[in-house]
């Protein structure tokens, strides 16, 4: 493979450079989203409820990760991730295009399935395609690929944010969406010029496939089918008996999102145990395997806290923030902007501190990492709990407060989720490998969700309950934190001699 910029792949900047622009897509989407959707109809929202809006943006959010599962079997078996990268990105920017279409709540919603099903297909395999080309680099060179990679999914974020944040809320809320999908065709043209030139036939065939040409008497097991249908048998039952329960009430977004939360349960769990009992695995992969389920975990938790960017923290600095610059007024949703800024400078920084410490054998293992990170991420709800006191007293929050927590969130998030990426790459059986990245962002969906569902519980007539709503995130935040460090050990033990 061609080396490029500081020895790294050269394909790594069309990677860098496509999710850029589908990052510019979604993230300026999603930072208009719930402001959309809870503004008066007569100003052109849909005129929702927090709680209602919260689901549903919970929803949206969980299915554009939970789609990710069948977007890496699909190109495992299938198209090959390439050719996921591709048909991912022209639904996404579909998607855009319908959301573009004002007046038709309908419409609308098939929008929003529209992305979730395109980067169900795009986003687990384009970050397979990054540890392919690190395929003889299972270190922190590998790791400080994806915090490089990392910087293009957030100055999408940044870019994004900005342009179709202030086209939504200033100029016109559907222009902001049909501007999110010209930066995703953006996206399209700049991957097809550029990917067979740089990428090779990295993400060529399906994985499975090539396993099966190179397994000597189809000794190599790879029971997908079976997974499919039992998870599709599994998923049934569940659903049913949780409607025959009544347990889950589809008639409100807030209980098909609940129901939703379960079913992501019980089929990951279920997916871990099919894996781990009927994969075919050796013992060493099967405690691999053990540590990516932890992983999924972890990440799930941290979500859970760190997307509430879009949500919670999103009505507090619409509703209980001073977002005036002398006589100006800043779009609520720019300050979301300050995760990406922060993330484009630490990015770079984190990524040579990586490669440094392990150089001198002091590197912290991924889930030193982890707990580091969901620590700094439940310090920053630390910071609104006390920004929230002030929003008790009947005075407006300075946007220090969010600037601060946006910073501590992006510094765990550098700490967790490249890092996350990383290591399921080098953690996963090749033959699952597409699967895995598909497990690693269920859990991103899992935390979406429960964000989104937190989200309703903002009463943005009542800031007398939001301290306590934001000290809750903190206990499981630096709870699940010191978790992942008493039990380092033991997990690094399973890692074996993945580093």
């Known amino acids: 493979m061609n080396k490029g910029f500081f020895g790294h792949p050269v394909g790594l900047s069309t990677l860098f450079f496509t999710e850029m622009w589908e990052r510019f897509s979604y993230y300026g989407m999603r930072a208009i989203l719930v402001l959309f959707m809870t503004t008066e109809t007569a100003k052109e929202g849909l005129g929702l409820g927090n709680e209602e809006a919260g689901a549903i943006y919970g ?23 390439r050719k996921a990268i591709w048909y ?47 395929s003889d680099d299972k270190g922190a060179r590998r790791d400080a690929g994806f915090s490089i990679f990392y910087m293009g999914i957030n100055l999408g974020s940044l870019l994004g944010q900005t342009i179709v944040g202030y086209l939504g809320e200033k100029v016109d809320w559907h222009l902001g969406f049909g501007s999110a999908a010209i930066g995703m065709l ?103 395997v053990g540590v990516i389920f ?26 209980y923030t001073n977002r005036m610059i002398g006589t100006y007024e800043l779009p609520a949703s720019w300050l979301q902007n300050f995760n990406p800024f922060f993330i484009i400078i630490f990015a770079p920084i984190l990524g040579a501190l990586w490669i440094r410490l392990s ?9 030193i990492k982890f707990g580091i990170g969901l620590i700094l991420m439940g310090l920053g709800f630390l910071v609104m709990f006390f920004a929230a006191h002030l929003a008790v007293e009947g005075l407006d929050a300075g946007m220090q407060w969010l600037i601060f927590t946006y910073l501590l969130h992006s510094l765990g998030e550098l700490t967790l989720s490249p890092v996350g990426l990383s290591a399921t790459t080098k953690l996963a059986p090749r033959r699952y490998l597409g699967q895995m990245m598909g497990i690693w962002f269920v859990g991103t969906s899992l935390g979406n969700l ?12 009542n800031a007398a309950q939001i301290p306590s709503l934001f000290w809750s995130v903190v206990m499981f935040g630096v709870g699940s934190g010191i978790l992942f460090l008493i039990f380092n050990s033991v997990l690094r033990k399973w890692m074996g001699d993945v580093k």
């Open 186 to 288: 953006l996206g399209l043209i700049y991957y097809r010029l550029r990917a067979q030139a740089t990428l090779g036939d990295t993400g060529k065939e399906p994985k499975a496939k090539l396993d099966r040409l190179s397994a000597a008497n189809g000794d190599v097991k790879n029971p997908s089918k079976g997974l499919t249908i039992g998870l599709g048998v599994l998923l049934l039952v569940v659903l049913f008996a949780l409607q025959w329960t009544n347990v889950i009430n589809f008639t409100t977004p807030k209980g098909i999102a609940e129901g939703v939360g379960v079913v992501i349960v019980t089929v990951t769990l279920f997916y871990f145990a099919f894996i781990l009992i009927a994969g075919g695995l050796t013992v060493d992969e099967r405690k691999r």
């Open 294 to 319: 932890f992983l999924f975990i972890g990440g799930a938790l941290f979500w859970a806290g760190f997307e509430q960017a879009g949500s919670t923290l999103n009505l507090f600095a619409r509703d």
């Open 450 to 461: 429960i964000a989104g569902l937190f989200a309703g519980n903002f009463d943005s007539e």
């Open 59 to 81: 929803l949206y959010t969980a299915g554009v990760y939970l789609l990710t599962l069948p977007g890496g079997w699909l190109a495992d078996n299938v198209f090959g991730q």
């Open 88 to 134: 991912g990105g022209i639904l996404i920017m579909i998607g855009h295009l319908l959301l573009a279409i004002p007046g038709y709540k309908e419409i609308f919603f098939l929008g929003l399935v529209f992305v979730a099903m395109g980067t169900g297909l795009l986003k687990p395999n384009i970050s397979t395609i990054v540890g392919d080309l690190y």
């Open 359 to 367: 150089a001198r054998n002091l590197n912290p293992n991924t889930p």
